[in-house]
């Protein structure tokens, strides 16, 4: 929940890659455990 909004801030500054790759990693994480 918290993420989708980081990734609107993001996308006005040049880290919306960084966060989008950590958005998908934190995904990721718990899902390939799991």
């Known amino acids: 929940?918290?993420?989708?909004?980081n990734v609107?801030?993001?996308t006005?500054?040049?880290d919306?890659?960084?966060?989008d790759s950590r958005d998908t990693?934190?995904?990721s994480a718990p899902s390939?455990?799991?």
């Open 25 to 27: 990693n934190f995904s």
């Open 16 to 19: 919306a890659r960084l966060v």
């Open 1 to 5: 929940m918290t993420g989708k909004g």
């Open 12 to 14: 006005q500054t040049n």
């Open 8 to 10: 609107a801030f993001a």
């Open 32 to 34: 390939a455990p799991r």
